[in-house]
């Protein structure tokens, strides 16, 4: 059995890409226009035009809605925000309390909205299920939960090798946690209810149309151009083929595969019964989701980057990641080890050069973005649509401050990433060290996380 590759990603398998929508007719007005039909852009224009139906909002995608990063995901709907921490250092415990409330909050808010809207996606409460393959994943484990713990996350469990073999039997697993903030989605079901949502409420979605440059008060494309206050970039893993954006956000990719159903003995071996999403604690770690149809669906790193922030061909993998997928699917799964591999796509997420989603809107010229959630974005491009709501609303004196716009995410800037070819040496440098790191600690006894994973960390300002 051949294994389909790239074709967007295998969520698009049954039903097929959807048929893009029109292109914009030509020049004209709005009073925001939404540059990106991903998460990010859908969510921002869902919430806006919600809160005041009378706005005049354009949402202009290159390919159609869901090609990105939001239509080719691992569909861990959770809790995750990137930069926490370092948001506790620069803004204060209490900021960082609550941006991670708020996360919360966010994953609670997509399976609301999802019901409300009669969005199919799949979704299955589950929580979020990390295990540890190694002592030194388990010591990292550990203090994991012990941070969250502090840090006030006290629904957090933490346990033992027997409890997450309960959940989820993971060969070689010494322990885990849980938390019950998230779910596992079909993420391109989820984006295809949201773009259909978005277009109910009245908002112009144009597809086939990608935007050749964002200049305050207008987003120019070879259809026509569109004169707007507020102009929003919401386009995360492509950031970089924007003029003058090439060193904002580093296109990260990550890779996935998805099996053949499983047959039933298999999973009664494997049991997952809870549909958690579950990840590792390996430096370039795994996530995975039992499908609605009875796949795993499972990611990783693969080749992390590309040379001057090139992305990949509609989800097109390099054999070689495929056969490294392949055998983590083995380990950690023997069980499945014979069932053939259905997919495998791959697409890019935004890493910025701090490690550290944002949002923000410049009260001056209109323009706003948000992103660079660092593979966290599926529940985070729903805190930040609102957020950029709530931006736009306070700058255009149709609202006022709110608890959003005063989350410390808002605002952040950082600086860009180094030219080539030192970007590209640095991140491939990065990943070879962490997948070096992974091996060591994986086939030693040892509780230290490996001291060349701990230099590359620093290094490259990842925590
Ligand atoms: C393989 C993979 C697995 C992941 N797994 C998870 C996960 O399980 N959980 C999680 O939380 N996060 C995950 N992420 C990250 C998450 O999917 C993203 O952070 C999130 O979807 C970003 O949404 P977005 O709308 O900002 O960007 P995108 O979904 O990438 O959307 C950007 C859109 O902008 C469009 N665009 C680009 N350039 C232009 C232009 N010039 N003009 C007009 N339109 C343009 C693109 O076509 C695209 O549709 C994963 C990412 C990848 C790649």
Redesign the pocket.
């Given at each position: 059995m051949t294994t389909v590759n790239g074709g967007i990603s295998f969520w698009y398998a049954a039903g097929g890409v959807p048929l893009p929508r029109a292109p914009l007719p030509g020049d004209t007005d709005a009073d925001v226009v939404v540059?990106?039909?991903?998460?990010?852009?859908?969510w921002t224009a869902y919430y806006l035009k919600q809160a005041l139906p009378s706005l005049r909002i354009t949402v202009?995608?290159?390919?159609?809605?869901?090609?990105?990063?939001?239509?080719?995901?691992?569909?861990?709907?959770?809790n995750?925000v990137a930069g926490r921490d370092r948001y506790a250092r620069l803004h204060g415990h209490d900021a960082a309390v609550r941006l991670q409330r708020a996360m919360n909050g966010a994953v609670d808010e997509v399976v609301r909205v999802a019901a409300a809207e009669r969005i199919e996606a799949a979704v299955r409460r589950g929580g979020v299920l990390e295990v540890a393959c190694s002592p030194a994943q388990l010591a990292r484990l550990r203090a994991y939960h012990a941070r969250e713990a502090a840090f006030g996350e006290t629904d957090r469990l933490l346990l033992d090798a027997a409890e997450a073999a309960d959940r989820v039997r993971v060969a070689g697993a010494l322990g885990g946690t849980w938390t019950p903030h998230g779910a596992r989605v079909q993420?391109a079901e989820l984006l295809r209810g949201l773009a259909a949502a978005v277009e109910r409420l009245g908002v112009a979605v144009h597809e086939s149309?990608?935007?050749?440059g964002i200049r305050p008060g207008r987003a120019v494309?070879a259809h026509g151009t569109v004169r707007a206050p507020y102009v929003l970039r919401?386009?995360?893993?492509?950031t970089a083929?924007?003029a003058g954006q090439r060193r904002t956000w580093l296109p990260m990719?990550?890779?996935?595969i998805v099996t053949e159903p499983l047959p039933p003995r298999v999973w009664a071996a494997i049991g997952w019964e809870g549909c958690e999403?579950l990840g590792d604690m390996a430096h370039a770690y795994m996530?995975a989701q039992r499908t609605a149809d009875g796949r795993i669906a499972l990611?990783g790193r693969g080749v992390p980057y590309r040379f001057g922030s090139r992305t990949d061909h509609d989800g097109r993998t390099d054999p070689r990641t495929l056969a490294a997928l392949r055998e983590v699917l083995a380990r950690l799964f023997p069980a499945a080890a014979g069932v053939p591999v259905a997919h495998t796509?791959?697409?890019?997420?935004?890493v910025p050069r701090d490690w550290c989603a944002s949002v923000h809107l410049d009260r001056g010229s209109g323009l706003g973005w948000?992103?660079g959630?660092v593979?966290?974005?599926?529940?985070?491009?729903n805190l930040a649509g609102r957020t950029l709501r709530d931006l736009v609303l306070r700058a255009s004196g149709a609202g006022a401050d709110s608890e959003l716009t005063g989350l410390p995410w808002v605002g952040h800037r950082v600086r860009r990433w180094e030219p080539e070819p030192l970007r590209w040496a640095g991140v491939r440098g990065l990943y070879a060290a962490y997948r070096g790191a992974d091996r060591r600690e994986s086939a030693g006894r040892s509780a230290a996380t490996d001291p060349v994973a701990r230099l590359a960390d620093r290094v490259s300002g990842r925590h």
């Open positions: 540059v990106g039909g991903g998460f990010t852009g859908l202009l995608e290159a390919r159609f809605c869901g090609y990105g990063a939001s239509g080719r995901n691992g569909g861990w709907l959770y995750g993420p149309t990608p935007v050749t494309t919401c386009t995360e893993g492509f083929s924007l990719n990550s890779s996935m999403t996530y990611g796509w791959s697409g890019v997420l935004g948000a992103g959630y593979g966290s974005g599926v529940a985070a491009s």
